[in-house]
């Protein structure tokens, strides 16, 4: 569904590297998690699949096309992006929000409604109070919500979420991540997702890709990453949760 193939990103003409050399490869429905600590390069290479950054070398292909062959609005709508940070626009009612991208579609106002309705209920919101509410009005949690319908709004085949709980106290946070994996049960959509919590990545995702510097340093299921992690970053990095978890098993 998504590949990337040595991909690498500069931004100042290749003295220092966001992202390097980094061949990834997401298969349709699954949920892969990119896991690293701040700068490492997360959020840059979400960025270069919908081409919100241009990659220096390498190339990407989602849906077995280049990106590159796309139209870069029509490739990002078909991509659903929550950013990180909760990125709402204060301006808009949480309705409205909601369906931007359909009403940037030229979809009628009708439809954009029982849409509206729809992608509420399913992210837990119920559409009776919200739907006429501003951004300010909302917890933060509720926010993240929104955040979620917005990305699924033009029903998309894939969904980057960068950090989406980042902020959120561990009780809310825990509720939206069983969330999405109800979410992922339901709907049958790729998913990229962002963190630096292991814990979150370790309960989210079908494999992780640990980042370190730009690079990657691994990527794997949570069982292979935890029982042989293939660089001493990675080991390093398991060694208190896997200690953690073992502690915590029955027996
Ligand atoms: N537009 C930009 N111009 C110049 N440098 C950038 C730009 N965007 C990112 N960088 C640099 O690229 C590196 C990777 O940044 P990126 O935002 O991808 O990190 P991240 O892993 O998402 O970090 P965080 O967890 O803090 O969000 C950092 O060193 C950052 O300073
Ligand atoms: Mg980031």
């Given at each position: 569904m998504i590949e990337l193939d040595g991909v690498s990103k500069s931004f100042d003409d290749g003295r220092?590297?966001?992202?390097?050399d980094l061949t990834l490869h997401v298969a349709e429905g699954e949920l892969l998690v990119l896991l690293g600590s701040s700068g490492c390069g997360k959020t840059t290479t979400l960025k270069m699949i919908n081409r919100l950054v241009e990659a220096t070398q390498g190339s990407i292909r989602v849906c077995d096309r280049?990106?590159?062959?796309?139209?870069p609005v029509a490739l990002r709508r078909s991509i659903g992006y929550v950013f990180?940070?909760?990125?709402?626009?204060?301006?808009?009612t949480i309705e409205q929000n909601v369906t931007v991208v359909l009403r940037l579609k030229g979809r009628p106002r009708e439809e954009r409604l029982v849409r509206a309705e729809e992608l509420m209920e399913l992210v837990g919101l119920d559409p009776r109070a919200?739907?006429?509410?501003?951004?300010?009005?909302?917890?933060g949690g509720e926010q993240q919500r929104v955040g979620v319908a917005r990305a699924l709004a033009g029903d998309p085949a894939c969904l980057l979420m960068d950090?989406?709980?980042?902020?959120?106290d561990a009780i809310t946070r825990d509720a939206l991540q069983d969330e999405l994996l109800r979410l992922k049960k339901t709907l049958a959509k790729t998913f990229v997702f962002v963190t630096h919590d292991i814990f979150e990545a370790l309960k989210l995702a079908d494999r992780i890709a640990v980042m370190h510097q730009g690079r990657l340093e691994q990527v794997g299921t949570r069982d292979q990453l935890l029982?042989?992690?293939?660089t001493r970053f990675v080991k390093d990095l398991f060694e208190r949760p896997a200690r953690q978890l073992a502690a915590s098993k029955p027996g």
């Amino acid at each position: 569904m998504i590949e990337l193939d040595g991909v690498s990103k500069s931004f100042d003409d290749g003295r220092t590297w966001a992202v390097r050399d980094l061949t990834l490869h997401v298969a349709e429905g699954e949920l892969l998690v990119l896991l690293g600590s701040s700068g490492c390069g997360k959020t840059t290479t979400l960025k270069m699949i919908n081409r919100l950054v241009e990659a220096t070398q390498g190339s990407i292909r989602v849906c077995d096309r280049d990106v590159g062959q796309y139209d870069p609005v029509a490739l990002r709508r078909s991509i659903g992006y929550v950013f990180q940070g909760i990125g709402l626009f204060p301006h808009m009612t949480i309705e409205q929000n909601v369906t931007v991208v359909l009403r940037l579609k030229g979809r009628p106002r009708e439809e954009r409604l029982v849409r509206a309705e729809e992608l509420m209920e399913l992210v837990g919101l119920d559409p009776r109070a919200f739907a006429g509410r501003y951004p300010a009005e909302l917890s933060g949690g509720e926010q993240q919500r929104v955040g979620v319908a917005r990305a699924l709004a033009g029903d998309p085949a894939c969904l980057l979420m960068d950090e989406p709980f980042g902020a959120l106290d561990a009780i809310t946070r825990d509720a939206l991540q069983d969330e999405l994996l109800r979410l992922k049960k339901t709907l049958a959509k790729t998913f990229v997702f962002v963190t630096h919590d292991i814990f979150e990545a370790l309960k989210l995702a079908d494999r992780i890709a640990v980042m370190h510097q730009g690079r990657l340093e691994q990527v794997g299921t949570r069982d292979q990453l935890l029982s042989s992690p293939s660089t001493r970053f990675v080991k390093d990095l398991f060694e208190r949760p896997a200690r953690q978890l073992a502690a915590s098993k029955p027996g």
